[in-house]
C-alpha cells in the first residue's frame, strides 16, 4: 500500500508540537478524537509510516508546525474510558470501544509554523481540505502534491 499524508490538529494550549518533543522517544498517542468522520480515518485508512503535519489550530498562529509519522495504527482510545477524563465517554466500554487513535513520532519542528494564510496563497494548495471555508475535521487527508508543496516552504 502506497504511503499516504495527513493533516492532524491540535490546539497548543492542550497538546503543542514542543508537548511532543518532550514525550519519551518524542512519541505519543493521538487521542480525544470525538467526531465519527475522523474516527473512520484513525481506525480504517491511516497506516504505519504514513506522513502527518502537525497542525497548530485555535492560536494565535494558525497553520502547520512540523511533521510526525504514524508509528502505531489504529486501537480503540481508552481515554473514552476514563470516567474522571476529559475525554470520557460514558457510551464506550471495551466490547464496544466506539473510537480510536493511532501513535505519532514527531520527526520534526519548522524553523516557523507556515501560516493558513500562506496555505492559501499557494499555488497548487487550492483544493487541500484545510484551506476551503468551513474545514474543521481535526484529521485531514492530504495529497501527495500538497504533501511536496508544503515540504518545499518550510524553513
Known amino acids: ?8 490538529k491540535s490546539e497548543p ?13 518524542r512519541t505519543t498517542s493521538w ?3 470525538r467526531n465519527y468522520q475522523a474516527r473512520n480515518m484513525l481506525r480504517d485508512e491511516i497506516k504505519k509510516g504514513d506522513g502527518v503535519f502537525f497542525y497548530n489550530s485555535n492560536c494565535k498562529l ?10 502505531k495504527e489504529g486501537y480503540p482510545d481508552h481515554t473514552a474510558m476514563d470516567p474522571d477524563g476529559q475525554h470520557f465517554d ?14 505519532v513520532k514527531l520527526k520534526e519542528i519548522f524553523g516557523e509554523v507556515i501560516p ?8 497548487g494548495l487550492e483544493n487541500m481540505v484545510v484551506t ?4 474543521r475535521l481535526s484529521i485531514q487527508p ?3 502534491k500538497e504533501w511536496k508543496i508544503i515540504t518545499s516552504m518550510k524553513t
Not at 493558513?116 to 499555488?123: D, N, P, V
Open 1 to 8: 500500500m502506497a504511503k499516504r499524508y495527513w493533516l492532524f
Open 13 to 25: 494550549g492542550c497538546f503543542s508540537i514542543h508537548d511532543l518533543a518532550s514525550e519519551p522517544r
Open 31 to 33: 487521542d480525544g478524537v
Open 62 to 71: 494558525i497553520g502547520i508546525a512540523g511533521i510526525c509519522e504514524v508509528v
Open 90 to 103: 460514558p457510551k464506550v466500554s471495551k466490547e464496544n470501544p466506539i473510537w480510536y487513535m493511532v501513535d
Open 116 to 123: 493558513l494564510t500562506r496555505l492559501k496563497e499557494t499555488a
Open 132 to 135: 476551503q471555508r468551513g474545514s
Open 142 to 144: 492530504v495529497t501527495a
